[in-house]
C-alpha cells in the first residue's frame, strides 16, 4: 500500500549547463510542489502505512530547508556561490545541479536516510519511501524512484556533500539534525499508546 504526502516550498536556483539561456545564465525561483509516495506491505498498529503527523518532524524539516532559500550546485563558480551565502541567510550547497530532477533524488535520499535511521515505534516494520515527485511548474515534474537515487552516472549523493547554512539549521526543530543523520545516530517516533488490543 502507498500513502502521498504533499510538501511545498519557493526556491531561487541557476540550473548550468541547461538548453535554455533563461535557466542557466540567471537566478529564477519556482514554487515547488513535493509529493512524498510512501509504501510498505503491512500496516502499523493504528492501521496506517506511516501516520502523516510523524512527517511533521525531521522530513519536513529538511525539505521545508529549500523554502525561500537560494540552492546552489557546489561546482558553481566561486564567487556566484560566495554571493549567494553573503547576500542570503538561507541557502543550500548541492553535489548536483538544483534542477527538478536532482531535486527529486535529492529529497529521496534525504526522506529515505531519515527513515532509515528511525526507530519505529508503533508497529510500522517495513515503510520505505516509494517515489518522490517534484512539480517545479504546474505543467511539469520530475519523478525519482530508488534506482535513480543509486544511480551514480545521475551523480553521487552523499550525506557529507550537502551544507546548509547556519539559519536554516537554526529554523530546524533539532538543529543537529544533519550531524546525527551523518554519523548515524537514531531518531525516536513517539511511543503511541495502545487503547485498542486486536
Same mark, same amino acid.
Given at each position: 500500500?502507498?500513502?502521498?504526502?504533499?510538501?511545498?516550498?519557493?526556491?531561487?536556483?541557476?540550473?548550468?549547463?541547461?538548453?535554455?539561456?533563461?535557466?542557466?545564465?540567471?537566478?529564477?525561483?519556482?514554487?515547488?510542489?513535493?509529493?512524498?509516495?510512501?509504501?510498505?506491505?503491512?500496516?502499523?498498529?493504528?492501521?496506517?502505512?506511516?501516520?502523516?503527523?510523524?512527517?511533521?518532524?525531521? #522530513?519536513?524539516?529538511? #525539505?521545508?530547508?529549500?523554502?525561500?532559500?537560494?540552492?546552489? *550546485?557546489?561546482?558553481?563558480?566561486? !564567487?556566484?556561490?560566495?554571493?549567494?551565502?553573503?547576500?542570503? @541567510?538561507? *541557502?543550500?550547497?548541492?553535489?548536483? @545541479?538544483? @534542477?527538478?530532477?536532482?531535486?527529486?533524488?535529492? #529529497?529521496?535520499? *534525504?526522506?529515505?536516510?531519515?527513515?532509515?535511521?528511525?526507530?519505529?515505534?508503533?508497529?510500522?516494520? !517495513?515503510?520505505?519511501?516509494?517515489?518522490?515527485?517534484?512539480?517545479?511548474?504546474?505543467?511539469?515534474?520530475?519523478?525519482?524512484?530508488?534506482?535513480?537515487?543509486?544511480?551514480?552516472?545521475?551523480?553521487?549523493?552523499?550525506?557529507?556533500?550537502?551544507?546548509?547554512?547556519?539559519?536554516?539549521?537554526?529554523? *530546524?526543530? !533539532?538543529?543537529?539534525?544533519?550531524?546525527?543523520?551523518?554519523?548515524?545516530?537514531?531518531?525516536?517516533?513517539?511511543?503511541?499508546?495502545?487503547?485498542?488490543?486486536?
Amino acid at each position: 500500500m502507498r500513502i502521498r504526502k504533499l510538501f511545498k516550498f519557493e526556491n531561487a536556483h541557476i540550473v548550468r549547463n541547461c538548453s535554455s539561456d533563461r535557466c542557466k545564465y540567471s537566478i529564477h525561483g519556482h514554487s515547488y510542489q513535493v509529493e512524498l509516495i510512501l509504501q510498505a506491505d503491512r500496516l502499523d498498529h493504528g492501521q496506517m502505512v506511516y501516520d502523516f503527523g510523524l512527517l511533521k518532524s525531521h #522530513i519536513k524539516d529538511i #525539505i521545508d530547508s529549500f523554502d525561500h532559500a537560494i540552492t546552489f *550546485w557546489n561546482k558553481d563558480n566561486p !564567487d556566484y556561490i560566495t554571493a549567494c551565502k553573503q547576500f542570503s @541567510s538561507r *541557502w543550500v550547497s548541492l553535489p548536483v @545541479s538544483p @534542477s527538478a530532477e536532482q531535486f527529486s533524488r535529492v #529529497i529521496f535520499f *534525504w526522506a529515505d536516510a531519515i527513515l532509515k535511521q528511525t526507530q519505529m515505534q508503533n508497529g510500522e516494520s !517495513d515503510v520505505s519511501v516509494y517515489s518522490v515527485i517534484v512539480h517545479e511548474t504546474a505543467t511539469g515534474y520530475a519523478q525519482c524512484f530508488r534506482q535513480d537515487v543509486e544511480n551514480a552516472q545521475m551523480g553521487v549523493l552523499a550525506l557529507t556533500n550537502f551544507e546548509f547554512s547556519e539559519q536554516i539549521k537554526a529554523e *530546524w526543530q !533539532d538543529g543537529q539534525m544533519y550531524d546525527k543523520l551523518i554519523s548515524g545516530e537514531k531518531f525516536y517516533n513517539p511511543v503511541a499508546v495502545q487503547q485498542v488490543q486486536v
